[in-house]
């Protein structure tokens, strides 16, 4: 059996086994550009080529160059930096009616509402993605920042530039994300929630083309699996873009008239594309599940419905995964996800029988998600009786579950 450090269960949060399989630490309390200068309202009405646009908040992605460089405080505007501003304070004070001083903190200031309002959540896609939908009902009046990429928003939570990042991590149809549990694993965010979210598929194009006219269509390879029936029956060809919303802006703003877009019915009236058809998915029962992700984990309780998620590598040989479910199953404890994904850094593992030869074994991650939460005996029991057989062992996050659908 492998060596291993014994962890704690501090915070219901134990790591254990080899050190490269981890990534990198986040970066607490690094100064980013000024996040607020990212997010603007463009007023007025966006009129092109027969398309009218309603007016959005139009809130440009965050990419991967917003990490590259920390503007100097000086060429910063606003909180993070007020081109020396500060030191005028003190004269523009004096020179102030006493009703326009500021005002001082108070604890209502500093206290985020259950609703999130103050709290900044990143999603990868555009406005009207149904991801930023997710992020909104898990936050209602949170602001929802838009990202190019998955890994920008596991970049952005880390180095502070918003507090929470809400990303797909299964579909009820198309399956698991699998680019988000390998993300999950080089990054050290927390899992502190669950979304699961309803996901109605329309069939959209510039006003005036009727739906026979329609060639190909453009959406998420996700979304596109998941209207499979539909768009077969169509004969049209799949055309994959980053986000369903973005491929909404793009057969608005480039006045394709041979496309149309799969997205959702706010997208529709964001781009300001008609809806030709509703509800396209394969099945009227189209969930996706979203993970909630922050820089600290939140304390389990044992007072209501909690999961927990884990990943781990396992020593080799006959029965060890039968042993490491086994662990759950003997202590009543549920599993409702199980994923295997291959181990980028040692993909393969050389297993060398004199009698019989060398051979070479793929070499597998396993997340799980099981009912129980980390406060629980039962859940601490059953990962240290796993840690027998684990090579390595880390608790992605233990949260309530969604049970709202
Ligand atoms: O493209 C979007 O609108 C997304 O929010 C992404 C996404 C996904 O990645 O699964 C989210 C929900 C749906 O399952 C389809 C697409």
Same mark, same amino acid.
Not at 139 to 149: G, N, T
Not at 328 to 335: D, E, G, K, S, V
Not at 362 to 391: G, K, V
């Given at each position: 059996?492998?060596?291993?450090?014994?962890?704690?269960?501090?915070?219901?949060?134990?790591?254990?086994?080899?050190?490269? %399989?981890?990534?990198?630490?986040?970066?607490?309390?690094?100064?980013?550009?000024?996040?607020?200068? &990212?997010?603007?309202?463009?007023?007025?009405?966006?009129?092109?080529?027969?398309?009218?646009? =309603?007016?959005?908040?139009?809130?440009?992605?965050?990419?991967?160059?917003?990490?590259?460089?920390?503007?100097?405080?000086?060429?910063?505007?606003?909180?993070?930096?007020?081109?020396?501003? #500060?030191?005028?304070?003190?004269?523009?004070?004096?020179?102030?009616?006493?009703?326009?001083?500021?005002?001082?903190?108070?604890?209502?200031?500093?206290?985020?509402?259950?609703?999130?309002?103050?709290?900044?959540?990143?999603?990868?896609? !555009?406005?009207?993605?149904?991801?930023?939908?997710? $992020?909104?009902? $898990?936050?209602?009046?949170?602001?929802?920042?838009?990202?190019?990429?998955?890994?920008?928003? +596991? =970049?952005?939570?880390?180095?502070?530039?918003?507090? =929470? *990042?809400?990303?797909?991590?299964?579909?009820?149809?198309?399956?698991?994300?699998?680019?988000?549990?390998?993300?999950?694993? !080089?990054?050290?965010?927390?899992?502190?929630?669950?979304?699961?979210? *309803?996901?109605?598929?329309?069939?959209?194009?510039?006003?005036?083309?009727?739906? &026979?006219?329609?060639?190909?269509?453009?959406?998420?390879?996700?979304?596109?699996?998941?209207?499979?029936?539909?768009?077969?029956?169509?004969?049209?060809?799949?055309?994959?873009? #980053?986000?369903? $919303?973005?491929?909404?802006?793009?057969?608005?703003?480039?006045?394709?008239?041979?496309?149309?877009?799969?997205?959702? *019915?706010?997208?529709?009236?964001?781009?300001?594309?008609?809806?030709? &058809?509703?509800? %396209?998915?394969?099945?009227? #029962?189209?969930?996706?599940? +979203?993970?909630?992700?922050?820089?600290?984990?939140?304390?389990?309780?044992?007072?209501?419905? +909690?999961?927990?998620? %884990?990943?781990?590598?396992? &020593?080799?040989?006959?029965?060890?995964?039968? =042993?490491?479910?086994?662990?759950? *199953?003997?202590?009543?404890?549920?599993?409702?996800?199980?994923?295997?994904?291959?181990?980028?850094?040692?993909?393969?593992?050389?297993?060398?029988?004199?009698?019989?030869?060398?051979?070479?074994? +793929?070499?597998?991650?396993?997340?799980?998600?099981?009912?129980?939460?980390?406060?629980?005996?039962?859940?601490?029991?059953?990962?240290?009786?796993?840690?027998?057989?684990?090579?390595?062992?880390?608790?992605?996050?233990?949260?309530?579950?969604?049970?709202?659908?």
């Amino acid at each position: 059996m492998a060596v291993k450090a014994v962890g704690t269960w501090v915070a219901g949060f134990c790591e254990t086994g080899r050190s490269d %399989i981890g990534g990198r630490r986040a970066i607490a309390g690094a100064a980013g550009p000024n996040w607020r200068s &990212e997010v603007s309202t463009v007023g007025g009405r966006l009129e092109r080529a027969g398309v009218c646009m =309603k007016p959005v908040e139009d809130v440009k992605p965050m990419k991967d160059e917003n990490f590259s460089s920390v503007p100097p405080s000086s060429e910063v505007d606003g909180e993070a930096g007020n081109g020396g501003a #500060d030191k005028q304070l003190g004269k523009l004070n004096r020179d102030l009616p006493s009703g326009l001083l500021p005002k001082p903190l108070s604890l209502t200031d500093l206290t985020v509402s259950s609703h999130g309002s103050n709290v900044r959540v990143a999603y990868q896609g !555009c406005p009207g993605a149904f991801s930023e939908a997710a $992020a909104l009902k $898990a936050y209602p009046r949170c602001v929802a920042v838009p990202c190019e990429q998955f890994e920008v928003a +596991f =970049k952005a939570v880390e180095l502070w530039l918003v507090d =929470k *990042a809400v990303l797909p991590i299964e579909n009820s149809v198309g399956g698991s994300i699998h680019r988000n549990y390998d993300l999950l694993l !080089c990054h050290r965010l927390h899992i502190v929630g669950e979304v699961q979210m *309803a996901v109605n598929h329309c069939l959209m194009t510039l006003p005036g083309v009727k739906k &026979e006219e329609i060639k190909r269509v453009l959406s998420h390879p996700q979304a596109l699996a998941q209207c499979e029936i539909a768009l077969s029956k169509l004969g049209v060809i799949r055309e994959s873009i #980053d986000d369903t $919303a973005l491929a909404a802006q793009l057969v608005a703003s480039n006045d394709l008239k041979d496309a149309g877009a799969v997205a959702s *019915a706010r997208a529709a009236e964001i781009y300001g594309l008609k809806i030709v &058809e509703e509800r %396209i998915q394969d099945t009227p #029962d189209n969930i996706t599940r +979203f993970l909630i992700l922050a820089r600290e984990p939140i304390i389990p309780r044992a007072d209501r419905l +909690f999961k927990t998620s %884990i990943v781990f590598t396992l &020593e080799e040989g006959s029965g060890v995964l039968f =042993k490491a479910l086994a662990v759950f *199953a003997l202590r009543n404890i549920n599993l409702t996800k199980i994923e295997s994904r291959p181990q980028r850094k040692r993909p393969l593992r050389v297993v060398d029988d004199s009698n019989y030869g060398t051979a070479k074994y +793929f070499d597998y991650l396993f997340y799980i998600d099981f009912e129980a939460s980390m406060a629980e005996p039962r859940a601490q029991n059953a990962l240290a009786h796993l840690q027998e057989f684990a090579t390595f062992l880390r608790v992605l996050g233990s949260y309530p579950m969604d049970t709202s659908l």
